[in-house]
C-alpha cells in the first residue's frame, strides 16, 4: 500500500506552456462565419449553387480565397453550413412552442411560426429548398436526424390536437409532413411588398382548424 504522506505531498504535475487550448469558436470567429454564410446565401439565390464560387463569396468580403478556408473549408460545408442555419433556427422556435400547454394553440403556434420563419429569410430557405441534392451525402447525414427531430415535433403536436377534440382524426405523421409543406411553399411565391406573412399563416390555420360548411 502507498504511503498516504507520500502520496499527499506529492508534487502536482506541471502545466504545459502554450495558450490554453479554446474548445469552442470565439464570439468573433462565429460572427465572421456568419457573415460569409449571409454573402453565401444571396449569391446561391442569385447565380445557383453550381454557378456560384468561394472567389466570389470572397470577393463580396473584400479579401482572398485563402482566408475563407478558416472559417469554411469548402463550397460543399458551405452549403451544409446554409442548410444546419435553416433548420437549427426552425428546430429552436419550435423547441420554445412545444412547451405551450393547449393542444390547439401549440398546433397553431407551429403552423404560424413556419411561415414567419421564411418571411424572415426568405433567401435562406430559397437556396434551402432549391439545393438539396447538391447536399453531399456526409452532410445530409447531419440534416436528417433534425429534421427528424422537427417532423416529430409536429407528429406530436397533432397528436395532442387530436386526443384533445381540437383536430378531426387523421393520420398524425401524413398530417404532420402536410403541415410541414404547406408554409414551405412560402418562399416560393412570397413578396414582402404584397404578401402579409400574419394574412398567410391565418390562412393555413383556418385550414386546419375551421371546417368546411357542409354542402347540402
Known amino acids: 500500500m502507498a504511503d498516504p504522506a507520500a502520496t499527499t505531498d506529492a508534487a502536482p504535475t506541471p502545466r504545459k ?3 490554453p487550448r479554446q474548445e469552442q469558436p470565439s464570439p468573433a470567429y462565429r460572427a465572421r462565419q456568419a457573415e460569409i454564410i449571409d454573402i453565401a446565401i444571396a449569391l446561391f439565390r442569385e447565380r445557383g449553387f453550381d454557378q456560384g464560387n468561394l472567389d466570389d463569396v470572397a470577393a463580396s468580403l473584400g479579401t482572398g480565397r485563402a482566408s475563407l478556408y478558416h472559417y469554411v473549408p469548402s463550397k ?10 435553416a433548420i437549427s433556427t426552425t428546430l429552436e422556435t419550435m423547441e420554445q412552442i412545444a412547451a405551450t400547454e393547449d393542444p390547439a394553440d401549440r398546433l397553431r403556434a407551429l403552423i404560424r411560426q413556419q411561415v414567419h420563419t421564411i ?8 437556396v434551402f429548398f432549391g439545393n438539396r441534392p447538391a447536399l453531399e451525402q456526409r452532410y445530409e447525414a447531419e440534416i436528417r436526424p433534425k429534421e427528424r427531430r422537427l417532423l416529430r ?13 381540437a383536430l378531426v382524426d387523421v393520420e398524425p405523421r401524413m398530417a404532420a409532413q402536410a403541415l410541414l409543406g404547406m408554409p414551405s411553399w412560402f418562399h416560393k411565391w412570397y413578396n414582402p411588398q404584397r404578401d402579409d406573412p400574419d394574412a398567410f399563416a391565418d390562412v393555413c390555420v383556418n385550414l386546419i382548424f375551421k371546417p368546411v360548411a357542409t354542402r347540402r
Open 17 to 19: 506552456r502554450g495558450r
Open 76 to 85: 460543399a460545408h458551405l452549403l451544409y453550413l446554409i442548410f444546419d442555419r
Open 119 to 126: 418571411a424572415a429569410d426568405p433567401g435562406l430557405f430559397i
Open 153 to 165: 415535433y409536429l407528429i406530436e403536436a397533432v397528436n395532442a390536437a387530436i386526443d384533445a377534440g
